[in-house]
């Protein structure tokens, strides 16, 4: 990916510095428009259908028309073939186009449609060996009663602040709360746990976004006949769980081995998370 990196910009591919949205956009005035993060490997995108049917269903929950998603998904191609990008990772916005007075929704125009490729996330060099620390941050999660939280929105201040609040505290990660005090997820991840041989993870009414990595892992586990709970977990649970890890497009599984300060488990990656990851990297070869 050198420096001619491609944009898609509302059905054109353009050079990376002319790709320009305008600063009345809907997506820069009021964080109105959703995305999808999507991951390629060896030139295939992991998963697209999955990420498209997401970013379709995200659109209709905020009343945002988009083109069918195939056509999504043909653009996401082509664009990775036209940067040559191997292993990369890809955003799509939606905005909801230019405002046309105020924020009110009848008269919104075209959507703006732009995608891009950048490498995979730069993580710690030793995360996957070691594991990264977090912490549970006083930030909380969006209820979905303000606003759903199956949308993969633009509002990113949310996690933006949380992230804040784990780096200024010395942690890799957030682990964000949800309203009632539960764990949720962490700033741009899902999480979870595991004791000896059982699997435990927020379950969707926690306010979290149900990830494609996520339901993966909830798939192996139970193709490895691996129990797994999707239910409310409380902080005051953690000291008796054994691993932690984190799942998104971007850190595929990444291990958890602090959490405030203490270890969790014997504080190195765990077997559970081990067998996942590997098989993980097996699914994204077959598939």
């Known amino acids: 990916m050198g420096h001619q990196n491609l944009i898609y910009l509302n059905e054109r591919f353009v050079p990376e510095a002319e790709a320009r949205v305008s600063v009345f956009d809907r997506g820069f005035l009021y964080g109105d428009g959703v995305f999808e993060t999507l991951r390629a490997y060896g030139g295939r995108i992991f998963r697209l259908n999955e990420h498209m049917r997401r970013l379709e269903q995200s659109a209709s929950l905020i009343g945002l028309r988009l083109p069918q998603a195939d056509q999504l998904a043909d653009v996401c191609r082509q664009l990775i073939e036209r940067n040559g990008a191997e292993d990369a990772m890809l955003r799509m916005s939606v905005t909801r186009g230019p405002a046309v007075g105020g924020i009110g929704i009848a008269r919104a125009g075209e959507p703006t449609i732009v995608a891009f490729v950048r490498p995979p ?10 594991g990264v620390s977090a912490r549970i941050v006083a930030v909380r999660r969006n209820s979905s009663q303000a606003l759903d939280a199956r949308i993969k929105s633009m ?24 309203h009632s005090g539960h764990i949720a997820e962490a700033s741009t991840a899902n999480v979870f746990f595991a004791t000896e041989k059982r699997l435990i993870t927020p379950s969707a009414d926690s306010d979290i976004l149900p990830g494609i990595t996520r339901a993966a892992v909830l798939d192996m586990a139970e193709a490895m006949g691996m129990p797994c709970e999707e239910r409310g977990i409380k902080p005051s649970e953690l000291s008796e769980l054994r691993e932690c890890f984190l799942t998104s497009s971007g850190v595929e599984l990444l ?12 504080g190195a990656p765990g077997p559970v998370y081990e067998r996942l990851h590997q098989a993980y990297r097996e699914l994204v070869r077959r598939e």
């Open 121 to 130: 996330m730069p993580l710690p060099s030793d995360a996957y060996t070691r």
């Open 155 to 178: 509002n990113f201040l949310n996690s933006i602040l949380a992230r804040a609040e784990a780096e200024t505290a010395g942690a890799y990660e957030a682990i964000l709360l949800n």
């Open 255 to 266: 291990p958890v081995t602090e959490i405030d300060g203490g270890a969790v488990g014997a």
